[in-house]
């Protein structure tokens, strides 16, 4: 069945740039169809969206959409060799610091529809 | 930004009792786009319902979503010992966002 795992640092430094990295196994990201996402999760919160990168399988790219809030210091991008996606957040600061996930979505063609999900990865943001 | 309201913040119930969640969006949302979650501690979001009432693969039929524009409801029938959890309703219209959770809590 199909896995992703997130990985990366536990602890960045304020004002440096977060990144981690997703592996899906037993799927293809090749294959398309999905929107390869990021939430992160404050506990006593609500899950925050981070944004999403789609491989197309047609045209053979990758188009992403970012969490308006956040879109200034994002990047997700995709690795098609290695199977992964990952995410970079620079300029962090300690509102930053919370549990990281990566998530699958938009099977069925429905969007928001984040079926498949990492562990988590928490992240600490602190000098 | 269509902002998710959860409600009651924290539901304390008994086994075998009815749940009754409640969602009220900021703005109207697409039927199509509402999705419910259940997180347990140390846990990811485990997908129940998508597209307001369309159960996700191996979710029992005690979850029920129903709803639309801007009220929406995820009820479950009889609460079993697993379901005490989170829950957080979700929409996406371009982008996604999530309430702020509902805690059901055994009595």
């Known amino acids: 069945q199909v896995q992703l795992k997130e990985s990366g640092p536990g602890l960045v430094k304020p004002s440096q740039t977060l990144s981690l990295t997703c592996t899906v196994s037993g799927d293809s990201i090749l294959s398309g169809g999905y929107y390869w996402s990021w939430i992160r999760h404050i506990p006593g919160k609500g899950p925050e969206w981070i944004g999403y990168i789609y491989y197309s399988a047609i045209t053979r790219s990758a188009t992403t959409h970012y969490n308006p809030s956040l879109k200034s210091r994002l990047t997700i991008a995709v690795d098609t060799s290695k199977n992964q996606f990952s995410v970079s957040l620079r300029s962090v600061t300690a509102a930053d610091t919370a549990v990281y996930f990566c998530?699958?979505?938009?099977?069925?063609?429905?969007?928001?529809?984040?079926?498949?999900w990492g562990q988590g990865t928490t992240v600490t943001v602190s000098s | 930004e269509n902002v998710l309201t959860q409600s009651p913040g924290t539901l304390s119930l008994s086994l075998g009792e009815r749940a009754i969640l409640s969602c009220r969006a900021s703005?109207?949302?697409?039927?199509?786009?509402l999705a419910w979650y259940q997180q347990k501690p140390g846990q990811a979001p485990r997908l129940l319902i998508y597209a307001t009432s369309t159960r996700a693969t191996g979710i029992p039929d005690r979850f029920t979503g129903s709803g639309s524009g801007t009220d929406f409801t995820l009820t479950i029938s009889r609460l079993e010992p697993e379901d005490f959890a989170v829950y957080y309703c979700q929409q996406y219209d371009g982008s996604l966002t999530f309430g702020g959770g509902t805690r059901v809590d055994i009595k």
């Open positions: 998530a699958r979505d938009g099977d069925g063609g429905y969007v928001g529809r984040l079926d498949i």
């Open positions: 703005q109207s949302v697409s039927p199509y786009y």
